[in-house]
C-alpha cells in the first residue's frame, strides 16, 4: 500500500538528488526534464536537446537562445562537457520570486514550440523547486486546460515543494485566467 500525504495523495515519485528527471506534461512524457543546478552532473546535460536555465545567469537575456560550449559557458550552470555546444533558451527568473515580463508569451510561443517540434528540454533552477515547479505547472496550466490545479498536479507528480511563492503561484493561476485560490495564499 502506498503512503499517502495529509490530502489523500500519494508522495511526490522524486526526491533529491534532482537530475534531469522526467515529468510528464501532457503528452510530453519523455520530452519535459527538470533538475537543479546543485544536483545536476555535466552528463545530466547531455538528456536533453536544449537546456532551459532559469537561473539568474547575468550574461543571458531572458527569452533568447543561445549556442554555447565550455569556452563560453555562463557562471551559474551546471558544467559543460568539452568540446561540445549547447542549445540554452534563456528562461531566468529571481529565486523566491516571480515570473519575468512576458513569461506566458515564452512558454508558449517557444518551449511548447521546442516540445511541438519534437526537442526534449532540460528546466532547472538552484534546487530544483520554486522556479522549476514554477515551469512545469505553467506548462501544465498551458498544455492541461482541464487540469483545475497545476500546483497540486506538479506537486503529485515532481516534488511536494514545487512552487514556492505566492507571486509564482499567481502566475501559474493567471495564465488560466483565474485569481489564485485560496488553499495557495499561504505561500511567501
Not at 69 to 84: H, M, V
Not at 85 to 98: A, F, S
Not at 112 to 129: D, K, R, T
Request: hydrophobic letters at 35%; a positive charge.
Amino acid at each position: 500500500m502506498t503512503k499517502s500525504n495529509r490530502r489523500g495523495l500519494p508522495p511526490a515519485p522524486f526526491s533529491p538528488p534532482y537530475r534531469g528527471h522526467r515529468v510528464r506534461v501532457a503528452n510530453y512524457l519523455d520530452q519535459v526534464r527538470v533538475g537543479g543546478t546543485m544536483y545536476l552532473q555535466t552528463d545530466d546535460l547531455d538528456k536533453a536537446d536544449v537546456l532551459v536555465p532559469l537561473t539568474g545567469c547575468p550574461e543571458l537575456t531572458f527569452g533568447r537562445r543561445y549556442r554555447l560550449d565550455s569556452s563560453s559557458q555562463p557562471a551559474g550552470l551546471p558544467p559543460f562537457k568539452e568540446g561540445r555546444q549547447y542549445d540554452i533558451l534563456c528562461g531566468k527568473m529571481h529565486d523566491l520570486g516571480g515570473v519575468p515580463d512576458g513569461w506566458e508569451p515564452f512558454l508558449r510561443e517557444q518551449v511548447v514550440s521546442l516540445l511541438i517540434e519534437g526537442h526534449s528540454i532540460l528546466a532547472f533552477c538552484f534546487a530544483g523547486q520554486g522556479r522549476t515547479g514554477t515551469f512545469l505547472a505553467s506548462l501544465v496550466a498551458i498544455l492541461e486546460p482541464d487540469v483545475p490545479d497545476p500546483i497540486e498536479a506538479i506537486r503529485h507528480r515532481y516534488s511536494g515543494h514545487a512552487v514556492e511563492t505566492r507571486a509564482q503561484a499567481q502566475a501559474i493561476f493567471a495564465i488560466k485566467g483565474m485569481g489564485l485560490p485560496k488553499r495557495w495564499q499561504h505561500l511567501l
